[in-house]
């Protein structure tokens, strides 16, 4: 029983190491089983992930409207932002894309903000 065991680990553990990318290779060759292999697998990719999500939060949070940009550019880019964090599993709803984009273009055109107070359009916020 032991002796099957130890076949199957290693050739799972050969699998895993032949698979992995140069770089995550000394990740997967300093363990013994192909589960610890897994598990250290698991954890350095939960730790990018993790980066990953409070980089594209952060950049959600910061948005602003480029002086070159027209919205619908400016919209595209929020818009890709969300995509990308629906795909890390933390999606973003419409309502707070919309209050970041609106954010954004009151930013870029001196929009008072007293039009999102009294939710309507104040001229200076046409533009």
Do not use: Y
């Amino acid at each position: 029983m032991v002796d099957a065991w130890d076949v199957m680990n290693e050739a799972a553990l050969a699998t895993i190491q032949m698979s992995v990318k140069p770089v995550h290779l000394n990740t997967v060759t300093s363990v013994d089983t192909a589960k610890e292999a897994w598990d250290a697998l698991k954890v350095m990719f939960e730790a990018r992930e993790n980066a990953q999500l409070l980089r594209l939060m952060d950049e959600l949070s910061s948005l602003k409207m480029g002086g070159d940009e027209n919205i619908i550019k400016f919209a595209s880019r929020a818009k890709m932002l969300r995509d990308e964090l629906t795909m890390l599993s933390n999606p973003v709803d419409d309502n707070t894309l919309a209050l970041v984009s609106w954010r954004g273009s009151r930013q870029s055109t001196g929009c008072s903000g007293r039009c999102w107070k009294t939710r309507t359009l104040s001229s200076s916020c046409r533009t």
